[in-house]
């Protein structure tokens, strides 16, 4: 499958001799895919509002349980990736001043070749 290839610094695309530039195999197309399917709130995408994480909302739940709430669903959103066959490891780091969440990942696809990701949410 070919995607338009979009540049991790930015979310733009990538341009070759003044054209977009499709990714090249498997190997790009899949992470720029979960990328897209974690970084959006469910409803969030017009095209398809079914794409995306659902909202969770802390209410009633203490912190470290809110967070294992937040990991399950990204770790359910990635293998819910058309072509993603598991996910080989799995981390988050919370940065609490800028109230970033660093996802970084390994997955293997289902030609069995795996990719290392970091996505910062």
Do not use: C
């Not at 070919?2 to 530039?21: C, D, M, P, V, Y």
């Not at 995306?52 to 990204?74: A, C, F, K, V, W």
Request: glycine residues 6%.
């Amino acid at each position: 499958m070919k995607s338009i290839a979009i540049s991790l610094q930015g979310n733009k695309f990538i341009t070759e001799n003044g054209r977009w530039r499709f990714t090249y195999d498997r190997l790009e197309y899949m992470p720029q895919k979960v990328r897209h399917a974690i970084s959006i709130f469910l409803g969030e995408w017009f095209f398809n509002q079914t794409m995306g994480i659902p909202y969770i909302p802390d209410d009633n739940t203490n912190n470290q349980m809110h967070r294992r709430l937040i990991e399950s669903r990204l770790q359910a959103t990635i293998i819910g990736v058309k072509g993603i066959a598991r996910i080989v490891s799995f981390k988050t780091i919370l940065n609490k001043a800028t109230r970033e969440l660093t996802v970084t990942f390994t997955a293997q696809i289902d030609s069995g070749e795996t990719f290392d990701e970091t996505i910062v949410i």
